[in-house]
């Protein structure tokens, strides 16, 4: 919806302007993520253990790390799964 949009930063009219989160990697229980950031935006990190199970909210990013566009995690935990929201 265009509200989705809005949040995600993304412009409704361009099929190449989309939202996603890129270089997800996993080495020695760290995870990076990537994605095209903006500082304006607020981010919020999900969890799960597996993809069957439910997402969990972790905390939201901060400024820094919403403008970086880049996150680094530790997969050591309960977390093997995440999703990034754009607000």
């Known amino acids: 919806s265009n509200i989705e949009e809005f949040r995600a930063g993304t412009a409704p009219n361009k099929a190449d302007s989309v939202f996603k989160v890129s270089g997800a990697r996993t080495a020695n ?3 990076t993520l990537n994605w095209e950031g903006t500082a304006a935006k607020t981010y919020r ?3 799960a253990a597996s993809p069957a199970d439910p997402f969990v909210f972790i905390r939201f990013l901060t400024e820094e790390e919403a403008a970086a566009g880049r996150l680094d995690l530790s997969t050591t935990g309960n977390f093997q799964f ?3 929201q754009a607000e």
Do not use: R
């Open 82 to 84: 995440f999703i990034l």
């Open 45 to 47: 990190l999900l969890g």
């Open 29 to 31: 229980g760290a995870t």
